[in-house]
């Protein structure tokens, strides 16, 4: 104790007398904290070595612009940390109240004259170089009453019809210190886009450039919304009038909804594709296909549409169903038998193993353009009632543990099925036992069983 009165002594001097600076203070500092380290918390050094530090501080940080020289004091800074903190607390501490009367005016200045929230990089540089050494009751301060105002303003001018520079370029960057807290901004953000939406046009790609990006960063019910009131329905009157003509395509309409292929909730882009595309698709190639067609040309037209398709739309089950009920047809045509128009009721008993359907087409080829062959995916039972499923938004899943006869209970919707795979049949479960039904059957009674 003696030793470190003589030193707070000799310091009390130096400070009168206008020698001590920052390195001397901290020099000696370190010597006491290392020396007698007990002593210094029970004296509460710490506090006695801020109340020399502050009016050093201030006099090496006056001036000083944090955004265009974020590194000024840094090192001094971190060496006091460790000094001032103690180990128990860091928003009461010596250190807290240093960085609050030394570095938070400066930030607070210099963001309130100078900084753009549309230029988010200086702002960023700042908190990335210091977020470290920021207590993280100034840090809360910084971002909640110096930032945010800042973003809310510039929100609040934003223009998506006039504004040069997508809004995420400088929103998006403060996700990973806002997080929750932008909710409030993300608001004012969805009812600007609401407001131009309701006039524009698929043909126009600045509204993918605007939306895309905020698919990640909306939770899925909001940006599915946001996707069903303004999106799909113009995608959906494009696709009713896109007009399919194999003498001469024009595919602009087609490209301005697969655009949006990956950003769309897949469900809603399957439906429309089902509902708007597919169904004027198969009309064409089976009137194509009455009228004694060049099958070379058929089965490049074919191919030229599967490539169009974006690998997130052939993935599901139900867009290769689409795509299998083509080339049933073409096969139809090829073997020489007449060509039915695809329907799930219709055809479900017309699916028969590949290897028979291909030995027949190259038994019944009766021209040298026939001579081709078509290759359908193998699609059993089970997967035309689950593409069947889905076309109607009902759920198909196997319920574990339960079989009939061996065969594996299936739940379509509130039903229960089993299938035939030889012969291509499903059965319901009744109150009478199992009997054969068709897809549309299924359908009706879950629609029944709802009124």
């Not at 612009?65 to 103690?86: A, H, M, Y």
């Not at 395509?249 to 595309?277: G, N, T, Y």
């Amino acid at each position: 104790m003696v030793e470190i009165l003589n030193v707070l002594d000799q310091l009390e001097e130096d400070n009168s007398t206008g020698e001590l600076t920052l390195d001397s203070l901290v020099e000696l500092f370190i010597q006491l904290k290392s020396r007698f380290a007990e002593d210094y918390k029970l004296c509460n050094l710490s506090v006695i070595a801020c109340s020399y530090a502050l009016p050093l501080f201030i006099r090496v940080f006056q001036g000083w612009d944090p955004l265009q020289n974020p590194f000024r004091g840094f090192e001094i800074v971190s060496l006091w940390k460790s000094l001032l903190l103690s180990d128990q607390e860091f928003t009461a501490s010596p250190y807290s109240q240093l960085i609050s009367q030394v570095l938070l005016p400066a930030v607070r200045l210099s963001v309130i004259n100078t900084w753009q929230a549309r230029e988010p990089e200086t702002m960023l540089r700042f908190l990335d170089s210091w977020k470290k050494l920021l207590p993280p009751s100034v840090l809360h301060y910084i971002l909640d009453y110096i930032v945010m105002p800042k973003l809310n303003s510039a929100v609040g001018c934003w223009e998506p019809l006039h504004e040069t520079v997508p809004i995420h370029l400088w929103v998006h960057p403060w996700l990973q210190y806002l997080g929750h807290k932008l909710e409030g901004i993300f608001e004012t953000i969805r009812f600007k886009l609401s407001q131009v939406l309701v006039a524009w046009h698929p043909s126009d790609a600045s509204a993918y450039t605007i939306l895309s990006p905020w698919k990640a960063v909306f939770d899925s019910a909001t940006w599915e919304h946001l996707m069903s009131r303004f999106i799909v329905p113009k995608l959906q009157l494009i696709l009713q009038e896109f007009q399919l003509n194999p003498a001469n395509q024009k595919l602009d309409e087609f490209h301005w909804v697969m655009k949006w292929a990956s950003d769309i909730p897949i469900h809603l882009m399957v439906d429309m594709m089902v509902r708007f595309f597919f169904s004027k698709w198969q009309k064409v190639l089976y009137h194509w296909l009455r009228t004694s067609p060049n099958f070379e040309e058929i089965k490049n037209w074919y191919l030229g549409w599967k490539e169009l398709l974006p690998k997130e739309l052939l993935a599901i089950e139900s867009i290769r169903y689409q795509l299998n009920c083509g080339l049933e047809m073409m096969n139809q045509a090829v073997e020489g038998l007449e060509v039915v128009q695809p329907g799930f009721e219709e055809n479900i008993g017309y699916f028969r193993v590949p290897e028979q359907r291909q030995f027949e087409a190259q038994q019944k080829a009766v021209t040298q353009q026939a001579a081709m062959s078509f290759s359908m995916d193998d699609m059993s039972i089970k997967e035309v009632i689950e593409a069947h499923a889905q076309q109607h938004g009902l759920l198909f899943k196997p319920k574990p543990g339960r079989r009939h006869d061996g065969r594996q209970i299936y739940a379509f919707s509130n039903l229960s099925v089993i299938t035939d795979a030889l012969n291509q049949k499903v059965y319901g479960q009744t109150e009478e036992g199992w009997s054969l039904v068709s897809l549309q059957d299924l359908v009706d009674k879950h629609q029944s069983s709802l009124s």
